[in-house]
């Protein structure tokens, strides 16, 4: 069980989900804190959940206002650094590339590739979580290899 | 984790519209064992510093906030409080972090921020904090060089007036080989500087007034009149620009209050009882001590904003000895008599040890040779007769005498006893030298801070080179048990939560003995 867990976060490292961002938190993990980085985690994906929607709404008013669209991403991608989620932050940095450029469909493809990473990840570290709930607070804490 | 220095209970003030962020900061800087307050929003930020005008040491804040704009948040900081702010973004951008600088940001951190990183924002406080001692203190002119030294035995020629020997000028003085004992630091032999005890003060602050305008007055026609043999031209100029940014400063309508002075007087120097009961008595001893200015060396490498101006108000402002001091007031050396020790506030009121606060008066006072500010007080009953002085200076209003001027910044760093058992802070201060790296690390050195690991901790920069820990006294003879930021500014924030045991990462305090063998060699500053 507990091989699993680590070999699950190993592959999430190795697939390029997560960066040394989420390795940091798990350094701060603690017997005070022994559930951080589940709990920032889930609080970054509330937050996020809320900056995308921001964001689709923004697209599909037509209206591209690509400084809004800018700023909102600017947000998320500062939120995907926290845990970091790598994939998610390479996402963010190509749509503001596209806004930057003014290019609507560029911005609207990157976007959903964001958004399916951004659940992607959600998903696996949800599995993480579990698996490393049940298998004991130790072997969330070790590093991968 | 890594290890390192960090003082313990700065109060870091983050602000972050990103919950998540907020949230990994507010660990992250716990760990740091900072003390640490998170706000979501730029307006309820700046609404709980000014609540608190002294509640903050340090504020973090994103660049991007919806509500305000980060900049905004700097500026205000800034210019309201004075406090050092560090502002973050995952947008490295050179534009914008050229934009924070200019705004007077003291770091630009990128996200995602490191713990390495949090460790040494104190570093920003204590730069700040040491400049606007060395903006506001004028006179002294401690520019690098371990100007003054006090000891027991030599106290009398940071005191008087007629102290002239150290002011022979660009004598080459090794205050480490004279002092200190093996432990000194040889690199860095320091050079004797004009030491402006208040009768040379006088006798500029006369000539000037000779001469009329002082803008008019020119260095070398001051000198002239002065006529004083030792002093050179580039003693009195620069002494003149600190003059004039002083007189500056007193008029930007910073209300002239009497100034309390913090000096101590003791009249019978008191070195020697002072220094010895000090760190004889246990728990709770403070200690003040003049930093000279040089102390405040570290300019070149705080931020931009002119401190000075702003900050460093008045040191007339809040002049006055709380009994209890929890904050710092500015102490102004009355005209005193040229004794030794010059109480630069004695703030201290003897902590209780287990007070988890106790104040860090930094205190801008400037260094009086003569009034070496230092005040050693180990006792309760030395401290309440510290306390017992007044401070009321005779000179309120807008008259700028040379008492006024002269004031002795003291840093006086309330000591707290911490589990150890001495009560001895081991806070020395000690005196720069003259280049700027130097005087930080000195400062610091003087700060007989405590490495939780090592006294060299990776996360430091290397130019706080903290190799004195206990065990090494580079800083040995140094009698500074005390040493307290005090910030003479009622606008600026203090150290002042900052009490010792604070600056240590760990508890374990240096061996009474250690204490007791710097005691004795009086106040050492390198």
Redesign the interface.
């Known amino acids: 069980m507990q091989r699993q867990v680590a070999l699950i976060k190993q592959s999430l490292f190795d697939q390029g989900y997560l960066d040394d961002q989420f390795m940091e938190l798990e350094e701060l993990q603690d017997d005070a804190n022994p559930n951080f980085v589940e709990e920032v985690a889930t609080l970054y994906f509330k937050d996020s959940a809320r900056l995308i929607n921001n964001i689709d709404q923004a697209l599909e008013r037509g209206s591209f206002d690509f400084n809004r669209l800018d700023s909102y991403m600017h947000q998320f991608k500062g939120s995907s650094t926290s845990i970091g989620a790598s994939k998610v932050k390479t996402e963010c940095t190509m749509f503001r590339e596209y806004c930057r450029a003014g290019n609507t469909e560029g911005c609207l493809r990157t976007f959903q590739q964001l958004k399916k990473e951004h659940a992607t990840l959600r998903k696996k570290l949800e599995h993480y979580f579990q698996l490393a709930r049940q298998a004991g607070p130790k072997e969330t804490a070790r590093r991968p290899k | 984790?890594e290890k390192g220095f960090t003082p313990v209970g700065l109060r870091v003030l983050v602000v972050d519209?990103?919950?998540?962020?907020l949230?990994?900061l507010e660990?992250?800087l716990k760990?740091c064992s900072y003390e640490v307050t998170t706000c979501g929003l730029a307006r309820e930020a700046l609404r709980l510093l000014r609540e608190r005008k002294d509640g903050y040491d340090i504020v973090i804040s994103?660049v991007?906030m919806p509500d305000m704009d980060g900049f905004k948040l700097l500026e205000h900081v800034g210019l309201e409080l004075d406090l050092p702010v560090i502002m973050m973004?995952?947008?490295g951008e050179t534009s914008r972090v050229m934009k924070g600088v200019q705004h007077g940001a003291c770091d630009y951190l990128l996200?995602?921020i490191?713990?390495k990183e949090l460790k040494i924002i104190w570093q920003h406080v204590l730069r700040k904090k040491l400049q606007e001692v060395k903006d506001i203190e004028g006179s002294c002119c401690y520019e690098g060089g371990a100007d003054w030294i006090i000891r027991n035995d030599e106290a009398h020629f940071l005191g008087g007036g007629e102290d002239v020997s150290f002011g022979k000028r660009r004598k080459d003085f090794d205050f480490e080989k004279k002092l200190l004992q093996d432990e000194s630091d040889p690199s860095s032999s320091k050079k004797a500087r004009v030491v402006w005890s208040f009768e040379l003060h006088q006798k500029f602050v006369n000539a000037v007034n000779q001469i009329g305008c002082d803008h008019k007055a020119g260095p070398k026609k001051i000198l002239d009149l002065m006529n004083v043999p030792w002093l050179t031209r580039e003693n009195v100029a620069s002494h003149l620009q600190k003059y004039r940014l002083y007189l500056s400063r007193l008029e930007k309508g910073k209300e002239l209050k009497c100034y309390s002075g913090g000096a101590k007087n003791i009249d019978s120097p008191p070195k020697d009882a002072d220094l010895n009961s000090g760190h004889q008595s246990p728990g709770k001893s403070s200690y003040a001590f003049s930093v000279g200015s040089s102390l405040l060396h570290k300019a070149t490498e705080t931020d931009p904003k002119p401190l000075a101006s702003a900050s460093v108000s008045d040191p007339n402002s809040d002049v006055h000895m709380p009994p209890k001091a929890k904050k710092t007031r500015i102490g102004f050396d009355p005209p005193l008599s040229s004794t030794a020790f010059d109480s630069l506030l004695p703030w201290n009121d003897v902590p209780d040890p287990l007070e988890s606060k106790p104040p860090i008066l930094y205190e801008n006072n400037f260094l009086q040779p003569s009034q070496s500010s230092y005040v050693s007080n180990s006792a309760p009953s030395l401290m309440e007769e510290e306390m017992k002085l007044s401070y009321e200076t005779p000179a309120g209003g807008t008259c700028v005498n040379a008492d006024e001027f002269l004031k002795s910044p003291t840093v006086t760093l309330q000591d707290l006893d911490l589990s150890a058992p001495s009560a001895i802070s081991c806070m020395k201060l000690q005196e720069f030298s003259s280049n700027v790296t130097n005087s930080t690390e000195s400062i610091l050195r003087s700060l007989s801070w405590e490495f939780p690991e090592s006294h060299h901790s990776g996360s430091l920069d290397t130019d706080l080179d903290f190799s004195w820990l206990q065990g090494e006294h580079f800083l040995a003879n140094t009698g500074l048990q005390n040493f307290q930021f005090q910030d003479y500014s009622s606008s600026t924030s203090l150290l002042s939560e900052l009490p010792p045991h604070l600056w240590f990462g760990n508890e374990r305090l240096p061996d009474p003995d250690e204490y007791s063998l710097l005691v004795d060699q009086g106040l050492f500053i390198s």
């Open positions: 984790m519209d990103d919950p998540t962020w949230k990994i660990k992250m760990k994103d991007n973004s995952v947008d996200k995602p490191r713990m």
